[in-house]
């Protein structure tokens, strides 16, 4: 089992940057990680993905060109680096494992899910 935490999150203007960790409690050598996001009041929703090898990613159409997923396996930690932030971008972002996955733009093949951590972009 693996247990998932999130940071990096806050309160920035449009054009900022940010930069979310997601560190997990065991090996994430063998995971997916995925990150999605919750604006109030809509649905959870994809934004990247990086399949276990590390040698896939994806991305939301929204974000594509913005944000960049990555992985230190060594350290255990998946990150999300969001440039020019946009108001829209204002969501939790929840960090997702999926073992031995191919980086799933859904959020059912994730099993392992953090608690989410708020972003906030002000214009």
């Known amino acids: 089992q693996v247990q998932l935490v999130e940071s990096g999150g806050g309160s920035v203007q449009a054009g900022d940057s940010l930069r979310l960790s997601c560190v997990a409690s065991g090996r994430i050598a063998v995971y997916a990680m995925g990150w999605f996001r919750q604006a109030p009041g809509k649905e959870r929703e994809f934004v990247a993905a990086i399949n276990w090898s590390g040698n896939k990613l994806y991305y939301a159409d929204s974000v594509k060109g913005r944000f960049t997923i990555s992985r230190d396996n060594a350290k255990n930690t998946a990150y999300l680096q969001m440039n020019s932030l946009i108001p829209e971008d204002t969501a939790v972002y929840y960090c997702?494992?999926?073992?031995?996955?191919?980086?799933?733009?859904?959020?059912?093949?994730?099993?392992?899910w953090g608690q989410g951590t708020q972003v906030t972009v002000s214009s």
């Open positions: 997702a494992a999926d073992q031995y996955g191919e980086g799933a733009t859904m959020a059912r093949p994730y099993k392992y």
